[in-house]
Nanobody, 121 residues
Framework: QVQLVESGGGLVQPGGSLRLSCTAS????????MGWFRQAPGKQRELVAT???????NYADSVQGRFTISRDNAKNTVYLQMNSLKPEDTAIYLC???????????????WGQGTQVTVSS
């Protein structure tokens, strides 16, 4: 069984910064894509940033230049450094990982429970 656990959300003023972390645990042979999506009230879930084991970051246009995704492959952890936060960044941020549990198995998509990020003065 695989589990993704996020941390680091909270309340921050506009222009502030937060760092999210997400660690995968359980039976893991390999992790392919790993990253973050977000969902604001009344809106669809949208990609924020994802990255592969060797980098290749992919960012939403709305966060390009403000957010940075990074991974610690030895710890099965992905981070999201969020700078210059805006009220429109307010959402539940969900960790995503494409995980292969066994060498002979196919990768499966996993999601964390989410962490709330609120940007408000």
């Amino acid at each position: 069984q695989v589990q993704l656990v996020e941390s680091g959300g909270g309340l921050v003023q506009p222009g502030g910064s937060l760092r999210l972390s997400c660690t995968a645990s359980g039976t893991i042979f390999n992790i392919y894509n790993m990253g973050w999506f977000r969902q604001a009230p009344g809106k669809q879930r949208e990609l924020v940033a994802t990255g592969t084991k060797v980098g290749n970051p992919n960012y939403a246009d709305s966060v390009q230049g403000r957010f940075t995704i990074s991974r610690d492959n030895a710890k099965n952890t992905v981070y999201l450094q969020m700078n210059s936060l805006k009220p429109e960044d307010t959402a539940i941020y969900l960790c995503y990982a494409q995980i292969q549990a066994f060498a002979w198995g196919a990768p499966v998509d996993y999601w964390g429970q989410g962490t709330q990020v609120t940007v408000s003065s």
